[in-house]
């Protein structure tokens, strides 16, 4: 997962001037999640749109969800692991509310095995941060973006392209679309009253890897338990 941001509209015609000085150009942002093998998920989103634990399990669940509606249509079973790979932010991903996420998909039996693994500072480009350099030098080349519609017009006609299309895989599906608000994920918590602490603050004591997995290896919830009522008991 990563973001990026810029500004609109832009046009040769509106470059910046004295006349033009006062006025402040709205700025949109392209967050994403990349689910190997299965789809990428972009999503633009307006700057005041907060960008926080909420937005990325939002973006998070989207995804997660398009993966179960492919593994329905192709006749495969759903991925019982799922392990998140983010950058060291608590403010996005590192957070007691994320891991509280992950541990409910467990909890609830929809995975078996979940997992926060956070980069260390100053690591190395990996895919996603390729993607992005991609990405953001062909919004920068772009002669004309005028609204969010047309961003992610090009934002597609960029990734289906022969070469970014067979580096991103020829089976991966991609899907470009806007996000207008997200769930209260917080507030969706809290009625649990479980509080997650420990960990997590960005320091050189801080952990990187949270896992979380289901206990004996049960992967559905339980059977009920009917109790043996005897048939000339009155009830």
């Not at 047309?150 to 991966?172: D, F, M, Q, Y």
């Not at 509080?195 to 952990?207: F, K, P, V």
Request: glycine share 6%.
């Amino acid at each position: 997962m990563d973001q990026g941001k810029f500004a609109i509209p832009s046009d040769a015609s509106l470059r910046a001037s004295a006349v033009r000085a006062k006025h402040i150009r709205p700025t949109l942002k392209l967050h994403g999640a990349w689910c190997f093998g299965w789809v990428l998920d972009l999503w633009i989103l307006d700057e005041p749109t907060k960008h926080d634990a909420s937005c990325v399990i939002e973006i998070v669940a989207l995804c997660l969800e398009r993966v179960y509606e492919k593994s329905l249509e192709l006749g495969q079973p759903m991925p019982g692991t799922l392990l998140l790979f983010s950058d060291n932010t608590v403010r996005e991903a590192k957070n007691s509310v994320m891991i509280g996420y992950l541990n409910n998909l467990v909890s609830k039996y929809k995975m078996r095995l979940t997992g926060l693994l956070c980069l260390r500072k100053s690591h190395s480009h990996d895919r996603i941060d390729q993607l992005w350099g991609l990405l953001a030098r062909r919004i920068s080349c772009c002669d004309q973006l005028l609204s969010p519609d047309s961003v992610i017009e090009i934002v597609k006609h960029e990734l289906n392209r022969k070469g970014p299309k067979s580096w991103i895989g020829l089976n991966t599906e991609i899907r470009v679309n806007k996000i207008n608000a997200v769930r209260s994920w917080r507030q969706h918590f809290t009625p649990q009253k479980v509080s997650l602490s420990g960990g997590l603050l960005e320091d050189s004591t801080a952990n990187h890897c949270f896992l979380c997995i289901a206990r004996r290896g049960r992967t559905s919830p339980p059977k009920k338990k009917y109790k043996y009522v005897s048939p000339n008991k009155h009830i």
